[in-house]
RNA sequence: UCCGGUGUGGUCGAGUCGGAAAGACGCGCGACUGUUAAUCGUGAGCCGCAGGUUCGAGUCCUGCCGCCGGAG
């Protein structure tokens, strides 16, 4: 593959290049309808149009793809993760070799993540949790390996991150109220210790609030952690198995809850349903492995649903992925060819479905946001629900 | 023509003293939501054909057919 190289990636210090954003203008909401609104949050390296959608680039790179082909997807952001860089290659290393804009070739904005999803998704390798962090066995070596948020803090301080998220303790959704709770106390409890830790340059510092779809539970982490004067906040521990319309209940009423002054930000959504309902909420940024995990496995996303390319339907499917798109695969390849390659194992289907994929969250979410500003919101979410609900193709 | 071997889902291939047909790949279908994921789940076999022995046959017997090898 050849790709155009990002020069201006090339010999800076993203430390160096980053530029401290006073912080009355970090972040400003320029339009609203109801909840939702459209504003700009100012990084170090760059700005972010809201509500975004940012792609999750784990191990320091959005999977499959060059960081220019992000980037010109229309992405603005990208996620980064402190569990895995820290294992490997090791934020250390990463810092050395001038932090992790520099070494992925990303030049824009990334936030990220503080592992305590990866630790508590992986519940099978916890060993133990108490208020002062959580030990288990890292999925690389083995090792017992321990966290806090002291930790969580120091190693996205050598990412250089220009978001760095607290370290927080993330329930599974069917847990009962006294596991709830005590999620809820001792995220609280790093929360505190992880705000005072020191930051990269720049580096902004979001909290996370837990607490389920329990309202009193929400209500009092939201309180808690926006109490204490993060840059932005975070809707932590939904959309991980519980009901639909509960959740989605649930982030209308905490999204209200949260400063309207400061980014708002859901952990882990990304169907079209979702990304309109969280936004109508009044979110201005969420991430989500789903465009690219479904583009891995196959599946292309659109506006009247998913396909899954394998299937032998789309076997003499000479239309593209979705008419009308413009991303590198729809405005070049058939269903046809790109189930073929698919089926085939041919990388090269899994790169068009990646792109595809970000390109229509992305399109989607563009969307809503000049909706937004046209006050059009409610239309354009109802249409984009009935396309859904009743596909064209 | 004779001798020997062999025939199990689309393909390769395990089936021990006859007792509910492994596995892999492929194919069909489906999942996937702060990535341990180019992953995971799931479906489909008249055991070459016809008889026979047996309570019971992919396994034993007979015949036929197809393939492979050798002899002539």
Redesign the pocket.
């Known amino acids: 593959m050849s790709a155009p190289v990002d020069e201006s990636a090339q010999g800076r210090h993203p430390h160096l290049a980053s530029g401290r954003v006073p912080s009355d203008r970090v972040f400003e909401v320029t339009a609203r309808e109801g909840e939702a609104r459209v504003g700009v949050l100012r990084t170090a390296h760059g700005e972010i149009e809201t509500p975004a959608f940012m792609?999750?680039?784990?191990?320091g790179t959005?999977?499959?793809l060059h960081p220019d082909e992000v980037r010109s997807l229309g992405a603005q952001v990208v996620?980064g993760?402190t569990?895995?860089l820290h294992f490997r290659p090791g934020d250390a290393l990463i810092a050395e070799l001038g932090g992790l804009h520099r070494f992925m070739g990303w030049s824009g904005p990334i936030l990220t993540?503080?592992g305590?999803?990866?630790v508590?998704?992986?519940r099978?390798?916890i060993a133990r949790v108490d208020d002062d962090g959580v030990t288990f066995r890292n999925?690389y070596d083995g090792a017992a390996t321990r966290f806090t948020p002291e930790l969580a803090a120091g190693i996205q301080r050598n990412l250089g991150s220009d978001i760095a998220?607290?370290l927080?303790q993330?329930p599974a959704a069917d847990v009962g109220r006294r596991e709830l709770e005590e999620a809820v106390r001792r995220t609280t409890l790093w929360a505190e210790r992880q705000a005072t830790e020191p930051r990269a340059d720049g580096q902004l510092r979001f909290g996370?609030n837990?607490g389920g779809v329990d309202p009193e539970l929400r209500r009092r982490s939201i309180e808690e952690i926006a109490g204490l004067g993060f840059d932005g906040n975070?809707i932590?521990?939904l959309?991980?198995?519980e009901d639909?319309d509960v959740m989605f209940e649930t982030t209308d009423w905490a999204a209200a809850l949260l400063p309207a002054d400061r980014p708002r930000y859901f952990?882990?959504?990304?169907?079209a349903?979702?990304i309109l309902e969280v936004i109508e909420a009044g979110i201005d940024l969420f991430?989500?492995?789903?465009p690219?995990?479904?583009a891995?496995?196959?599946?292309a996303l659109t506006a009247g649903g998913?396909l899954?390319l394998?299937?032998?339907?789309f076997?003499r499917d000479e239309r593209p992925l979705e008419e009308g798109c413009d991303c590198p695969a729809c405005s070049r390849f058939s269903r046809a060819y790109i189930r073929h390659l698919v089926?085939?194992?041919e990388?090269l289907g899994?790169r068009l479905l990646s792109l595809h994929n970000l390109r229509f969250v992305i399109a989607l979410t563009r969307g809503a946001r000049e909706a937004i500003e046209h006050g059009a919101f409610a239309a354009y979410k109802r249409e984009r629900l009935e396309r859904l609900r009743w596909p064209a193709s």
């Open positions: 792609p999750v680039g784990t191990k959005v999977k499959l996620l993760n569990y895995h993540d503080s305590g999803f990866q508590f998704s992986l099978d390798t999925v998220m607290c927080d993330v996370i837990q975070a932590g521990g959309a991980i198995g639909r952990m882990g959504i990304g169907d349903e979702g991430d989500c492995v789903l690219t995990r479904t891995r496995t196959g599946s998913r899954n394998r299937a032998a339907a076997a089926n085939q194992n990388l899994l």
